[in-house]
């Protein structure tokens, strides 16, 4: 069973900056790709940006050029540095690992963190 357990979240003013971790853990031998979804309120589940093994990226146009997603294949882990917040990034930050090849070479994909709550105060 693959866990991904997400930290890094808060409050923090328009302007400002925080990072997300999160770690996937269990018995996994490769994972294809890694990325971060959010939820406001009201609001559907949206992709914020991802990243394959391979480190290839991409992003929702409303974050280009303030995120960066990275990720520590060894540690199975992947980051979401995100910079210059504004109020409308507010929301659950859910990170998803697709594409995990166990180590008895099982395959499984679309795993879910609990999510993490980013606050921007204005």
């Known amino acids: 069973q693959v866990q991904l357990v997400e930290s890094g979240g808060g409050l923090v003013q328009t302007g400002g900056s925080l990072r997300l971790s999160c770690a996937a853990s269990?018995?996994?031998?490769?994972?294809?790709?890694m990325g971060w979804y959010r939820q406001a309120p009201g609001k559907q589940r949206e992709s914020v940006a991802a990243?394959?093994?391979?480190?290839?990226?991409n992003y929702a146009d409303s974050v280009k050029g303030r995120f960066t997603i990275s990720r520590a294949n060894a540690k199975n882990t992947v980051y979401l540095q995100m910079n210059s917040l504004k109020p409308e990034d507010a929301g659950v930050y859910y990170c998803?690992?697709?594409?995990?090849?166990?180590?008895?070479?099982?395959?499984?994909?679309?795993?879910w963190g609990q999510g993490t709550q980013v606050t921007v105060s204005s």
């Open positions: 998803n690992a697709v594409g995990v090849v166990s180590t008895d070479n099982r395959y499984g994909n679309d795993y």
């Open positions: 269990g018995s996994i031998f490769r994972i294809g790709a």
């Open positions: 990243i394959t093994s391979g480190g290839s990226t």
